[in-house]
């Protein structure tokens, strides 16, 4: 490998989703840094699927258990110290939402309307994906 070439870091991650009143909602938590809104995602586990892999981080990062789509619903890529993280990104219907869960110390989580979901997240890719839920839902029967 080049010295100057990036190291590429495979990630996985989830959009956890509820409808509440016929209105989607998203979960949105803070990075570990608490200075920016993220969704739920980190580096694929070793023997483990991109979406079980997710589902982990879900649990740990926002104290969310679901169901995760098989459905790839897009990738983003971004920048991490010297490396480059892509991103795999799945969906998650949660069906609870835990008091106390791994990181409740670290970050904060929030349920909002797609509309500010995306304008709380920082990749380009990533609001595009969740801009495009409605639709996404629409086409699983959701």
Same mark, same amino acid.
């Given at each position: 490998?080049?010295?100057?070439?990036?190291?590429?870091?495979?990630?996985?991650?989830?959009?956890?989703?509820?409808?509440?009143?016929?209105?989607?909602?998203?979960?949105?938590?803070?990075?570990?840094?608490?200075?920016?809104? #993220?969704? =739920?995602?980190?580096?694929?586990?070793? $023997?483990?699927?991109?979406?079980?892999?997710? !589902?982990?981080?879900?649990?740990? &990062?926002?104290?969310?258990?679901?169901?995760?789509?098989?459905?790839?619903?897009?990738?983003?890529?971004?920048?991490?110290?010297?490396?480059?993280?892509?991103?795999?990104?799945?969906?998650?219907?949660?069906?609870?939402?835990?008091? #106390?869960? =791994?990181?409740?110390?670290?970050?904060? $989580?929030?349920?909002?309307?797609?509309?500010? !979901?995306?304008?709380?997240?920082? &990749?380009?890719?990533?609001?595009?994906?969740?801009?495009?839920?409605?639709?996404?839902?629409?086409?699983?029967?959701?």
């Amino acid at each position: 490998m080049n010295q100057n070439s990036p190291l590429f870091i495979e990630q996985s991650a989830v959009i956890p989703y509820r409808i509440v009143d016929g209105e989607i909602e998203i979960m949105v938590i803070t990075s570990s840094t608490g200075k920016r809104w #993220v969704i =739920p995602k980190g580096s694929v586990e070793p $023997r483990m699927t991109a979406q079980n892999s997710a !589902a982990k981080e879900a649990w740990e &990062e926002a104290g969310l258990i679901g169901n995760v789509f098989p459905y790839l619903l897009g990738t983003y890529e971004y920048k991490k110290l010297e490396s480059i993280c892509r991103v795999e990104v799945f969906l998650l219907q949660v069906e609870m939402v835990l008091e #106390v869960w =791994p990181e409740d110390d670290k970050r904060k $989580r929030e349920w909002v309307s797609i509309h500010k !979901a995306v304008k709380r997240v920082d &990749e380009p890719e990533l609001k595009q994906i969740i801009a495009n839920l409605p639709n996404i839902l629409k086409n699983l029967g959701a």
